[in-house]
């Protein structure tokens, strides 16, 4: 058999390690992994893709990486279907030892801190994510007459749903349990990329020990989820029916333009730029739409997306584009 190894990313946050990280896989593989000859094993990591011969069921790989890294390990060149054949684990300082009686994907891995605490968390979510993959087979396996039902698609829906909130029950179990893993941190920049985890990623992070905490990717995660809340807050002040935010700029003769000053009227804001060819294609339309309307406490206000520096492009612009009754605050 070929060993392929699919990519190894990064972990988010702690790329900037100063020092290389050795690291040592070894593997013992039963008969049934290597019955052809010769065997290899494929190992990518970052851009280094590395390989070595099995021998009589052993094989060895050695290396470095700048952070601690998480990895496939693969016995096919194949690289589209990896998943009944792959080991997955995390490249750090120490030796990390495969034993399997027949492929990688049954191996039992370990060594390490982070890949027996990776071990743990895919033991504990091993029966969701089961489940789940019996889910996706079944959607994928619906009639016609099941993928028009609306039942159908709720229940699996509804399954689905039960599904992934129990896993982020077990995920946060989890975090809780193993405070100063590294993959408790993992577990919870997962999280944080469903915004809808916010409050519960935030009520985790100061649980962690502190050299976990206070890391750089948890700064990222307190990051990510300040962003969200700035977002959402945004959104609700865009809603249909609320009050439209305030700002001011400025016209291109210099004076202050805010929106408060059009309160009590309609006003169509555009937002364009020079550099912005159907922005600009749309003034024949805003001019037909001011004339039409101005006498029915209507106005059009433009406002320049243009940076600083492109200030006399934009000048040119509204001089070329010459939409009478429009306000230019930039």
């Known amino acids: 058999m070929k060993n392929y190894l699919l990519l190894l990313l990064v972990v988010p946050g702690l790329a900037a390690a100063q020092t290389p990280i050795p690291f040592v896989l070894t593997g013992h593989l039963g008969a049934d992994a290597y019955r052809s000859a010769p065997t290899y094993v494929y190992l990518r990591y970052g851009r280094i893709v590395d390989s070595a011969v099995v021998k009589k069921g052993r094989f060895e790989l050695k290396g470095t990486v700048d952070a601690p890294t998480k990895g496939f390990l693969s016995m096919r060149r194949n690289m589209d279907d990896l998943s009944d054949h792959k080991a997955v684990f995390y490249l750090e300082q120490g030796t990390l030892v495969f034993t399997s009686p027949d492929s990688l994907r049954n191996a039992q891995v370990g060594g390490t801190p982070l890949t027996d605490a990776w071990r743990v968390l895919l033991t504990v979510e091993e029966p969701i994510n089961r489940q789940l993959n019996a889910l996706e087979k079944e959607l994928r396996a619906a009639t016609p007459a099941q993928q028009q039902s609306p039942a159908w698609r709720q229940g699996l ?174």
């Open 157 to 330: 829906q509804a399954w689905r749903a039960a599904l992934l909130r129990e896993r982020t029950r077990l995920d946060s179990a989890f975090v809780r349990a193993h405070p100063a893993s590294m993959i408790s941190l993992y577990v919870l920049n997962t999280m944080s990329k469903d915004a809808t985890h916010d409050g519960l990623v935030t009520a985790l992070l100061p649980t962690l020990a502190p050299a976990v905490g206070t890391s750089p990717l948890a700064g990222e995660i307190r990051t990510k989820i300040r962003q969200n809340a700035l977002g959402i807050k945004a959104q609700t002040a865009l809603q249909v029916g609320q009050m439209a935010p305030n700002f001011t700029q400025a016209t291109p003769e210099g004076r202050q333009v805010a929106l408060a000053d059009y309160r009590g009227k309609y006003v169509l804001v555009d937002f364009w730029a020079s550099w912005c060819g159907p922005c600009r294609a749309e003034n024949p339309n805003l001019t037909k739409a001011y004339h039409a309307y101005k006498g029915r406490n209507f106005d059009v206000l433009g406002v320049s997306l243009d940076e600083a520096r492109d200030r006399a492009k934009w000048v040119k612009a509204i001089q070329a584009d010459s939409c009478p009754g429009r306000k230019y605050p930039s």
